[in-house]
């Protein structure tokens, strides 16, 4: 049978098929998908963990307890699962273990962009890279035979056009394996120097050995053509190069690490001119060069953003494509909004109000630091908000930390926020630290997590309680507050500001876009109307300045009655039922 | 088959990737390769999104580029104008005249063009435009409007009526499938603005 899949539901089948009994991931866009499509089957036992550190070590102890495991995160995450990572390469493994990550060339959705290839030289630890959704699927059954060959975790890495592309993919069966049986062995599992010493020799040989096997296995393969050009490239630039070149030659490495050094002499020798076509940074290029053999990659090609077709064509045929229209399509930008009904413009309507320095975080509410909110002064990394703050205020003194507030969301505080608020207690800062908890992980499309009561499977589970968890660490001012509820919720950041103790503000409230929140009706735009314009600036997309008149799009709207509480004038009132 | 290079834009919300599906179903039970290119994550929060979707013997890049899209699937006036470079000489515009302000123009730092469909036409464009929207709300769900405009769409590709029907069928909910098959029947059957 043969299905139209994403990169990632096809990762997913095939983790199926390869009999993998135990996944784990935290999302993170583009990886999400992965895991929630294996949470569908029943035989695989699957979870999201509180980040992606966890999420590997609980992969690395199914696959020592016999189990074919797999752990998928975005290219940020391997950075937050990069210690088990660097040390699980040296035990080896029993069952198979396979690491999913999925880099984002052009930042559709990261703050860095970052190359995780680099991931598997530094660690020691094989990878392959997949073009498609087939591959996707028989790269990763292929990573499950060279794990438990080789004895290492293989990565597999994804690049957002592979992970969010759908194409046909052809459906197998499960693999009926059964668990490997448990054996103790401290000299293979317990990394102490003593042991360690000596697994780092088996790591040693078994590159040897793997570079052989790169230099054999079908994963790389040449596509013989016109021997004029060559071509050797991988992943979603494999596609890009096919489409600008044609009929020439490529090799097509589907293991990126280790590289297969005779078959690159070889495919070199057998062409005129050589390009290396990979995305991000010059991986390949450097390692080819190092060879002797003349290599054209980054000197005409960029190491900023995705590739295209065009692109290639552009930079090395130095064709552009002709412009079809004479239309001036210039358009003003249409950035990333929060959505009407979002909990978080109320927060940073009090924020802005109040002229706090913020510290932000990962989530849906770093779109806060864009117009209108503009409230947002820092992202960096998940969690990073608080000690930030906590910095802050060491640096420049307690006044300044008076001004100042950390925010970040209830499934990023559990990610790694309680470490940097156990970190305000201990060294005794005083910071002010607001929680969002809006009852899910928002911006990779509403996942659960520890916080939200339920699995990933939608069984109802014990619930951490964030106001219990912050009194557990030593934070004794802790405050619930309803952010649509502006004028108590800016006495609550007003006061705890003030506070010469560490504090938490809770700003709660669910996401509007969750199945259960119902608000009663759209809202409209009545006489009253004196143009005052304060409704435009909790920054809804609903709310349009139509030159005469304010008006309420009744298409946008779901009725949250933000704006009627910013109104002075009586001038916003319930349109009627809501347009379901 | 000649490749068929479909490009869907819109606002995030929209309904743009529930229409790659319906399409990418069509294609393939055509028989055809191919591939849907779509946008997820923080892009997706009311911002320009666009999806690809290319049909062919044998499909490599899932991009679609400048000059490249034989119809333009617009959910909404300014994104038909934004990405009117990426239509072909000679292709076909589907444009929902629907107008969401992005929010530069909420702010008063830029202004909604108010001539797009002048200048579209003017440009000499192939331009079927409808209001989606209002025909979704009579078949009964504004939230069907993308299936309008699937309706409205499949007529320009000369692939049979019955096979995105059958489409339609595989990808909808069976609760939400008798709202969206009238829909697409009203975009199907829509006198052109």
Not at chain 1, 285 to 314: D, F, M, T, W
Request: proline share 4%.
């Amino acid at each position: 049978m043969k299905k139209l899949m994403l990169g990632n539901e096809s990762i997913a089948r095939g983790a199926y098929e390869a009999s993998v009994r135990v996944a784990s991931a935290y999302p993170g866009t583009p990886s999400t998908e992965i895991t929630e499509n294996i949470a569908k089957f029943d035989e695989i036992y699957c979870e999201w963990s509180p980040n992606e550190k966890v999420a590997l070590e609980v992969a690395i102890g199914a696959s020592v307890a016999g189990a074919r495991s797999i752990c998928s995160m975005k290219h940020v995450g391997l950075n937050v699962a990069a210690d088990p990572l660097f040390t699980v390469s040296y035990t080896g493994v029993n069952g198979g273990l396979v690491i999913m990550v999925a880099d984002d060339p052009g930042m559709h959705s990261s703050q860095n962009e970052q190359d995780s290839r680099f991931y598997a030289r530094a660690s020691k630890v094989p990878m392959l890279e997949p073009s498609n959704s087939q591959e996707c699927k028989d790269y990763v059954i292929e990573a499950f035979e060279i794990s438990e060959k080789y004895d290492c975790p293989v990565i597999v890495r994804l690049s957002t056009r592979v992970a969010h592309s759908q194409s046909i993919v052809g459906i197998g069966e499960r693999a009926d394996l059964e668990l490997k049986p448990y054996v103790k062995n401290p000299g293979k599992y317990v990394m102490m120097p003593a042991m360690a010493k000596l697994r780092h020799i088996e790591v040693e040989k078994r590159m040897a050995m793997l570079k052989d096997f790169a230099e054999e296995t079908k994963l790389n393969r040449i596509e013989w053509g016109n021997k004029d050009i060559g071509v050797i490239t991988s992943g979603i630039s494999y596609q890009y190069a096919r489409e600008a070149f044609g009929d020439v030659s490529y090799l097509k490495l589907g293991m990126v690490y280790p590289l297969p050094d005779k078959l690159i002499s070889e495919f070199a020798g057998n062409v005129k001119t050589l390009y290396v076509i990979e995305e991000l940074e010059p991986f390949f290029e450097n390692q080819i060069r190092k060879l002797g053999i003349k290599v054209i990659g980054k000197e005409l090609l960029p190491v900023i953003g995705e590739y295209s077709a065009s692109l290639i064509k552009e930079k090395i045929l130095g064709s552009t494509p002709e412009k079809p229209y004479d239309i001036d399509s210039k358009s003003p930008m249409r950035p990333p909004v929060m959505c009407p009904g979002c909990p978080h413009r109320g927060m940073f309507h009090v924020l802005k109000k109040l002229k706090l320095n913020v510290t932000g975080d990962i989530g849906c509410y770093t779109l806060g630091a864009l117009s209108p909110t503009e409230s947002i002064d820092t992202c960096v990394c998940m969690g990073a908000s608080i000690g930030m703050a906590h910095g802050m205020e060491k640096a420049r003194g307690r006044e300044f930390g008076r001004k100042t507030v950390a925010i970040l969301g209830d499934s990023t505080f559990i990610h790694s926020g309680i470490t940097g608020l156990i970190d305000i207690v201990y060294n005794k800062g005083c910071s002010t630290v607001i929680i969002l908890d809006n009852s899910i992980t928002g911006m990779t499309g509403h996942q659960q997590n520890p916080t939200t009561g339920f699995t990933i499977k939608g069984e109802p589970t014990r619930q951490v309680n964030l106001e219990l968890l912050a009194r557990a660490v030593g934070i004794d001012r802790v405050r619930i507050a309803d952010p649509f509820n502006m004028k108590e919720f800016e006495k609550v950041v007003a006061e705890e500001v003030q506070a010469d103790e560490p504090s938490v503000i809770i700003s709660q409230r669910p996401c509007a876009l969750l199945k259960n929140v119902r608000y009663e009706g759209t809202q409209r735009i009545n006489e009253n109307c004196r143009k005052c314009r304060s409704c435009m600036k909790i920054g809804c997309p609903a709310i349009v300045d139509k030159g005469d008149r304010i008006e309420i799009n009744s298409a946008l709207c779901v009725g949250c009655k933000l704006c009627s509480t910013v109104c002075s004038f009586n001038a916003i009132e319930k349109a009627g039922e809501h347009n379901e | 088959m000649n490749d068929l290079n479909i490009m869907i834009v819109g606002v995030g919300g929209q309904g743009t990737l529930l229409a790659s599906r319906i399409l990418g179903n069509v294609a393939v039970m055509q028989g055809y390769d191919v591939k849907v290119s779509e946008v997820h994550g923080m892009s997706q929060r009311g911002g320009s999104v666009v999806t690809y979707v290319k049909m062919g013997d044998k499909v490599y890049s899932p991009i679609i580029e400048k000059n490249e899209a034989d119809i333009l699937l617009a959910f909404e006036k300014l994104e038909a104008l934004r990405w009117i470079d990426y239509l072909k000489k000679g292709g076909t515009l589907v444009m929902n005249d629907q107008e969401i302000n992005p929010m530069p123009v909420i702010t008063g730092k830029a202004k909604y063009p108010e001539d797009i469909t002048e200048r579209l036409k003017n440009g000499g464009i192939d331009l079927q435009s409808i209001d989606a929207l209002k025909i979704a709300e009579e078949c009964g769900n504004i939230k069907a409007m993308n299936v309008v405009l699937i309706g409205l769409l499949a007529k320009s590709t000369g692939i049979e009526k019955k096979v995105w029907l059958k489409s339609i069928e595989g990808v909808i909910p069976a609760k939400l499938l008798e709202v969206n098959l009238k829909a697409f029947e009203a975009g199907y059957n829509s006198s052109l603005k």
